[in-house]
């Protein structure tokens, strides 16, 4: 598996989650993303970080929220989601960018895991 996203679950809104994406070694040098699709809504830009960790990016909607980092020792890139709103449940997806930095283009984005469920409760 190149790319498997975990963690997902039941929080109340106010809450916390975090989700971690293990990643094969050969994204070691890439960068990588989060991303979230809600029922009926399109695939959406959550976060994203370069390759060494130096350079992030947000959604606003969870920008001072949502943190995103990564272990290049151990292939995992995690995303800590904080102050959780019933507006956050979606299937979250993980996935790896075709270079070294941060994007917040899909098309940037050359592999994808499976989702993983977030559902926030009100």
């Known amino acids: 598996v190149q790319l498997q996203a975990s963690g997902g679950g039941l929080a109340q809104a106010g809450g916390f989650l975090r989700l971690s994406c293990a990643a094969s070694r050969r994204f070691s040098n890439n960068g990588m993303g989060w991303f979230r699709q809600a029922p009926g809504k399109e695939r959406e830009f959550v976060a994203s970080i370069s390759w060494n960790g130096g350079y992030t990016l947000y959604a606003d909607s969870v920008k001072g929220r949502f943190t995103i980092f990564r272990d290049r020792l151990k292939n995992t890139m995690d995303l800590q989601m904080n102050s959780l709103k019933p507006e956050d449940t979606a299937a979250y997806y993980c996935?790896?960018?075709?270079?070294?930095?941060?994007?917040?283009?899909?098309?940037?984005?050359?592999?994808w895991g499976q989702g993983t469920l977030v559902t926030v409760s009100s």
């Open positions: 996935a790896a960018t075709r270079g070294a930095g941060s994007s917040r283009s899909r098309d940037e984005y050359v592999s």
